[in-house]
């Protein structure tokens, strides 16, 4: 293991990044526990996914409940980083009989620089917590 006593500013954007991916994982994750207890809900999937791609990666986060009434909601988040910069894309969908339906989209926004996607990261955990309501509206 090595220790550094003294982080530059890369190590720093580095760990602000951690931190913020890390905050945006915690917050699914607690949508995810109260999903879990609540009577209505059948079952609940989270996934992590972080794919290679040609010119970069992605981390991708998914959240799928399926309910008692027959619905199902999920939350999806992606983070792309390529040669050409970086983006963010998240959404809420609903499953029924017919197929399914965009709930809402987040702006997808494209960034040239880590310190703005931390910020883009920042709204998209925003965003993904305002959502949970969603799923209250596919029980009323």
Wanted: aromatic share 6%; hydrophobic share 40%.
């Amino acid at each position: 293991m090595i220790v550094l006593n003294m982080m530059n500013s890369d190590d720093m954007l580095l760990l602000d990044f951690l931190r913020t991916v890390g905050k945006l994982h915690a917050a699914l994750e607690s949508i995810l526990v109260k999903l879990k207890v609540d009577a209505r809900v059948r079952s609940v999937t989270r996934w992590t996914s972080i794919p290679l791609l040609k010119d970069g990666a992605r981390i991708e986060e998914y959240l799928d409940a399926e309910l008692s009434n027959g619905k199902a909601c999920s939350w999806s988040v992606h983070i792309t980083l390529s040669a050409s910069g970086w983006s963010t894309e998240a959404d809420v969908r609903i499953a029924h009989k017919s197929g399914q339906d965009l709930v809402d989209e987040f702006e997808s926004r494209e960034c040239m620089s880590l310190s703005e996607c931390l910020d883009e990261i920042a709204r998209v955990d925003e965003y993904i917590t305002s959502k949970e309501r969603v799923f209250e509206e596919l029980l009323g």
